[in-house]
């Protein structure tokens, strides 16, 4: 198997060799770009890049601009840094379909430990596996999901998600839980992060919506639904 490409796009060349230096070690092959335009001209020219590390703040074109032109294209998966620490950025970008956010400074190993999870969750590591349940076939090696026959399109962390309410069936799962194991370290964000990304995967997948339950001051629960009761 060729080694996984990754970009990483910051305007600080600094940052982007810290960067670089660690997914390196870890086996991934590292595309720079200094600006979201060079981020652009890679995604447009290299089809099989499987995950982009994007600055919010750059010159030219944003970072945030970066992500709604990649999502009318792509579900690859993307990871944002940032310096803000204003949760309605970080919620705007979960809207333009942002997977994670890393806040700056940040540990490297962390950030490394990060790619390494949200690759081997992703389609790009996964073995093959399906999940059925209430009429939806979750199918991770395709990264797809087929609600009663018919395609559904999810975000990349709209369909971890998923699969984490789906492998822990009529489990009782914390917001605090389901943010280790979905979101893979501690996030230091809040339960508005989760409830966010509930609500759109409730809306995208209709009235199977119903089977993720909400337990009032805990967090959720997935139950398939039985007819007659």
């Not at 230091?188 to 966010?196: E, H, K, L, Q, V």
Request: with cysteine; glycine share 6%; proline share 2%.
């Amino acid at each position: 198997m060729d080694k996984i490409k990754v970009v990483v796009c910051d305007d600080e060349s600094r940052m982007r060799k810290l960067v670089k230096d660690f997914l390196t070690r870890e086996g991934y092959t590292v595309l720079e770009a200094a600006d979201g335009a060079e981020a652009l001209d890679l995604f447009y020219e290299d089809k099989d890049i499987s995950l982009f590390i994007l600055d919010v703040m750059m010159p030219n074109i944003d970072g945030l601009q970066v992500v709604k032109e990649i999502r009318q294209e792509s579900k690859v998966p993307i990871i944002m840094l940032t310096a803000k620490s204003d949760e309605r950025d970080e919620l705007q970008g979960f809207e333009y379909g942002v997977d994670e956010y890393i806040s700056k400074p940040f540990s490297p190993k962390i950030l490394a430990a990060r790619v390494n999870a949200i690759l081997r969750r992703s389609n790009v590591l996964d073995t093959e596996d399906k999940i059925e349940a209430a009429g939806i076939v979750l199918d991770k090696a395709a990264h797809q999901v087929i609600v009663d026959g018919q395609k559904v399109e999810l975000s990349f962390k709209e369909f971890e998600l998923l699969t984490y309410f789906m492998e822990n069936q009529n489990i009782a799962l914390s917001r605090e839980k389901i943010l280790n194991n979905v979101w893979n370290y501690d996030y230091y964000g809040d339960a508005r992060t989760i409830d966010t990304h509930v609500k759109k995967l409730r809306s995208k997948i209709g009235e199977k919506g119903e089977c993720i339950k909400t337990i009032w001051g805990m967090g959720y629960k997935f139950e398939a639904r039985r007819k007659g009761g």
